[in-house]
C-alpha cells in the first residue's frame, strides 16, 4: 500500500453515510461519500483531490465496530499495498545475489510511475472521475528530465477504466479524456523512452471483478482493443493489462487476460510487450505459491507463442509489505533470487525456448530514509543480478505525488534545475547505472 500524508482529516460528526472500509476513499475535492473510517483506520489526506482510510486513530474521528482486515487488503491509488510476505521463507529460497552466467549484470529498463490519472481510483475498482489529476505539462516535464539527466527510459502511466470511456462501460474511448491521457503518452514516448499503458482498477469495475460477475471479457478486450488500435505503431507502448488484481479467481482471470492479449494482437500490435499480474495484488513473493505463474504461463499469442507476454510483480519493503511506511525492514532479495529460479526452470515452451520474463512496475521506499536507500539499492541488485529474467523496476510514484507523501519520488524544482529525492538517485537511476 502506498499512503501520502500522516495529516488526519476530522470526521465529519453526525455524517449520513456508512464508515468507509480499510484503505477507501474519504474525502477530496468532489467527493461526496463518508469521510470516517472502521476502527483502527483514520482519514489522511494526500492532496486536495484525495484523502483515504489507512491504519492509526486520530481524534475526532467516528469508529464503527472493529473490522476484519485481510493482510492482502490493498488500498487506493495513492496507497497500494503488496500482499503478505512469503517468498523469504519459500523453499529453495536462492540466497546468494551473484548473476547467473546468462545474465548481463545490468536490466534493460528503469524509471518512475506517472501518477495522476489514477487518482480516485480504489481496490474495489471504482474510479472517481472527479478525482482525477491531469499530470500535464508537469509530468511531461518530469519525464523529460528522469530521461535527460537521470538516463531513466521507461515510465508507467496508470489511468482509471471510468475516466478513459468516462463512466461507458463497453463504450469508445471518450474523445475528451482519452485525448488529454493520449497527451502524457505521446509526451513519454517524444522522451524517446517507453511508455506503459496502466489500467488501474484492480481487475474490477466498481465493484464487480471482470469475467467474475462483473464486466464481460469481451468488454475488457474491447478496451483493449480500442487502445492497441491507437498505438499499434509504436514499439515503445507497453500494455499493462490491469494493475493488481485480487481476491479472484486466477484460472479465470488468466481467461481473461488472454481475451485481452487476442485483442490486442488482432488489432495489429504485434511486437509490443503486454505485462500479466497475477491476484494477490500481484506480489513477486506469491506469484508462484498463489496459481499465477502456472494459470498466466498458459495465455500465449495467436500463434501460440509467448513472445512479449511478461509477468507483471510488485513488491514492497515496509515492515508489514504495505508501502505505507518511510522506513525499510527488508530486501526481497530471497524472493526475487526464488522467483528468478522459477522463471529459469519454467521456461517458455514454444520454439526457440527462452526463459520467461518478468517486469517490477512498482517498488518503492521513504524517498531519504537511510533503511531504504540501503534496502530498496539491495533489492535492485538483485534483478540486475538475474538480469536474464528480469526486464527493470518501476519506482513508485511521481507524477502528481506531493512531496509530503511518504513514497514520494517527484523530483523538485529549484529554478529552472529538478532535484531528485535520494531514493531515485541512488537506487531508482543510481542502480540502473
Known amino acids: 500500500?502506498?499512503?501520502?500524508?500522516?495529516?488526519?482529516?476530522?470526521?465529519?460528526?453526525?455524517?449520513?453515510?456508512?464508515?468507509?472500509?480499510?484503505?477507501?476513499?474519504?474525502?477530496?475535492?468532489?467527493?461526496?461519500?463518508?469521510?470516517?473510517?472502521?476502527?483502527?483506520?483514520?482519514?489522511?489526506?494526500?492532496?486536495?483531490?484525495?484523502s483515504q482510510c489507512v491504519p492509526g486513530t486520530a481524534a475526532g474521528t467516528t469508529k464503527a465496530a472493529a473490522t476484519t482486515v485481510a493482510t492482502t487488503a490493498k488500498p487506493v491509488t495513492t496507497a497500494k499495498a503488496t500482499s503478505t510476505v512469503k517468498a523469504a521463507t519459500s523453499t529453495a529460497v536462492k540466497t546468494s545475489s551473484a548473476a547467473p552466467?546468462?545474465?548481463?549484470?545490468k536490466v534493460a529498463f528503469a524509471g518512475v510511475n506517472i501518477s495522476g490519472f489514477?487518482?480516485?481510483?480504489?481496490?474495489?475498482?471504482?474510479?472517481?472521475?472527479?478525482?482525477?489529476?491531469?499530470?500535464?505539462?508537469?509530468?511531461?516535464?518530469?519525464?523529460?528530465?528522469?530521461?535527460?539527466?537521470?538516463?531513466l527510459n521507461v515510465f508507467r502511466l496508470p489511468v482509471g477504466w471510468q475516466y478513459l470511456l468516462n463512466n461507458?462501460?463497453?463504450g469508445t474511448l471518450d474523445a475528451t479524456n482519452f485525448g488529454k491521457y493520449d497527451k502524457l503518452v505521446q509526451g513519454c514516448l517524444a522522451s524517446g523512452a517507453s511508455c506503459i499503458?496502466?489500467?488501474?482498477?484492480?481487475?474490477?469495475?466498481?465493484?464487480?471483478?471482470?469475467?467474475?460477475?462483473?464486466?464481460?471479457?469481451?468488454?475488457?478486450?474491447?478496451?483493449?482493443?480500442?487502445?492497441?488500435?491507437?498505438?499499434?505503431?509504436?514499439?515503445?507502448?507497453?500494455?499493462g493489462l490491469m494493475n493488481e488484481p485480487h481476491d479472484l479467481d486466477i484460472t479465470s482471470w488468466a481467461t481473461s487476460a488472454q481475451a485481452a492479449v487476442t485483442a490486442i494482437r488482432t488489432a495489429g500490435a504485434t511486437s509490443q510487450k503486454i505485462l500479466l499480474p497475477g491476484t494477490g495484488y500481484t506480489s513477486a513473493a506469491d506469484f508462484v505459491d498463489n496459481g499465477s505463474a502456472a494459470a498466466l504461463s498458459k495465455v500465449t499469442n495467436l500463434d501460440g507463442s509467448f513472445t512479449n507476454l511478461i509477468f507483471d510483480v510488485h513488491k514492497y519493503l515496509d515492515s508489514d509489505n504495505s508501502g505505507t511506511h518511510a522506513s525499510c525492514t527488508q530486501t526481497n532479495v530471497a524472493a526475487f533470487n526464488t522467483f528468478a529460479t522459477y522463471l529459469r526452470t519454467n521456461k517458455a515452451s514454444h520454439a526457440p525456448v527462452q526463459n520467461r520474463q518478468a517486469f517490477l512496475t512498482?517498488?518503492?521506499?521513504?524517498?531519504?530514509?537511510?533503511?531504504?536507500?540501503?534496502?530498496?539499492?539491495?533489492?535492485?541488485?538483485?534483478?540486475?543480478?538475474?538480469?536474464?529474467?528480469?526486464?527493470?523496476?518501476?519506482?513508485?510514484?511521481?507524477?502528481?505525488?506531493?512531496?509530503?507523501?511518504?513514497?514520494?519520488?517527484?523530483?523538485?524544482?529549484?529554478?529552472?534545475?529538478?532535484?531528485?529525492?535520494?531514493l531515485v538517485k541512488q537506487c531508482i537511476a543510481g542502480k540502473f547505472h
Not at 453515510?17 to 469521510?35: I, K
Not at 475488457?220 to 505503431?233: E, G, M, V
Not at 540501503?374 to 511521481?398: M, Q
Open 197 to 239: 499503458v496502466d489500467i488501474h482498477n484492480y481487475a474490477r469495475w466498481n465493484g464487480a471483478i471482470i469475467g467474475q460477475g462483473g464486466p464481460t471479457n469481451a468488454q475488457f478486450a474491447n478496451l483493449w482493443s480500442q487502445l492497441a488500435t491507437k498505438y499499434k505503431s509504436n514499439s515503445k507502448v507497453i500494455f
Open 1 to 50: 500500500m502506498k499512503t501520502t500524508s500522516i495529516v488526519a482529516l476530522a470526521a465529519a460528526a453526525g455524517s449520513a453515510y456508512a464508515q468507509n472500509a480499510a484503505y477507501a476513499q474519504c474525502g477530496g475535492q468532489g467527493f461526496t461519500g463518508a469521510t470516517t473510517c472502521v476502527s483502527g483506520y483514520t482519514c489522511t489526506v494526500s492532496n486536495q483531490y484525495y
Open 168 to 170: 461507458n462501460l463497453g
Open 118 to 151: 489514477d487518482f480516485g481510483c480504489g481496490t474495489d475498482g471504482t474510479c472517481t472521475v472527479s478525482g482525477i489529476v491531469d499530470p500535464g505539462t508537469d509530468g511531461i516535464n518530469q519525464i523529460n528530465h528522469f530521461v535527460k539527466d537521470d538516463g
Open 101 to 105: 552466467a546468462s545474465s548481463s549484470g
Open 362 to 422: 512498482e517498488t518503492g521506499g521513504g524517498p531519504s530514509d537511510s533503511s531504504c536507500l540501503t534496502d530498496v539499492c539491495a533489492e535492485l541488485d538483485s534483478l540486475n543480478a538475474n538480469s536474464d529474467v528480469y526486464l527493470g523496476w518501476v519506482g513508485w510514484g511521481a507524477g502528481k505525488f506531493d512531496s509530503s507523501y511518504v513514497l514520494s519520488e517527484t523530483p523538485t524544482l529549484s529554478g529552472s534545475t529538478y532535484v531528485d529525492v535520494p
